[in-house]
């Protein structure tokens, strides 16, 4: 595995040490140029003034930032700002001047800072390639694939959703078939108390009709001139048949009784399990490495 330690240490260290990095000639400006030759740092005017001396004008000059690598070289301990630093501490992992390998580092292993930079900025590189070939393409992949688990699982919702309301019509389409029947048989009730009724009131019309016949027959004898047939003895039993009155019936439709359906249909109407949460193994995702080099 890469370490970030080398690569805090140097960052770290680089921004402090520049801020020391001022111009040799004046010690007042701040340095933009550095001489191979001498070595020391320019500003702007100094290095127009080593440029015309005749002792430093076939100096090598260099712009700071044209070799990161050179440029290590002329860095300013953080430490004792007036010393450069000339070495790195393995142990301590620090770059440090002559001064500092006699007050604290006497003993440690040092090597020269130029092969400690080249070793940081390898690492440095190795993460970076780490980062762009690898890490930055997987967790692009990762976003896509849950974009695509969103749109999938929104498909499915949808897909389901038809589902349930279709099987919820299919139950109201069944209860209402059910309703009309039970219509039916009130209807089915209904008629067969009118029939009966129909039927006790015909045998009632029957011996009132006989009655009134009965009835204006007396009337007639009652009223008209006695004569011998008058006299003649009535039939004792002459409304010994209407003395039995026929049999009557109350109707009455009994009211619905709600049954247990809508307490069936919330426990039988189904349900849906839990949403499946499975966490996809490093197995699979790590295979993308390998699918987006190819």
Known sequence: MVEYQHMDTLTSYQSRAQHFVECDECEDDPAIFFCKTCPGNLCEKCKSQHKIRKITKNHEIKEFGTDNEELVDFLYCSDHKTKRIECYCDPCKKPVCTDCIVLFHNGHVVRTISSAYKEIKEEMQTQKDAIDQYFLPKYTWLLGRE???????????????????????????????????????LHDQEKNGLRQINETSDELRKKISKLKEIEENLSGQIKGNPGMQFFTPMNSNLL???????????????????????????????????????????????????????
């Open 147 to 185: 974009a695509e688990k969103r749109s999938e699982l929104k498909k499915q919702a949808n897909i389901i959703q038809k589902e349930i309301r279709a099987y919820t019509q299919n139950v109201i389409e069944m209860v209402k078939s059910i309703g009309e029947k039970t219509v039916q048989d």
């Open 240 to 294: 010994g048949e209407f003395e039995t009155f026929p049999k009557t019936f109350n109707y009455k439709l009994h009211t619905f009784q709600v049954g247990r359906l809508p307490s069936l249909v919330a426990v039988n109407y189904g349900a849906l399990a839990d949403l499946s949460i499975v966490q996809v193994s490093q197995t699979d995702t790590c295979t993308i490495y390998n699918v987006l080099t190819v």
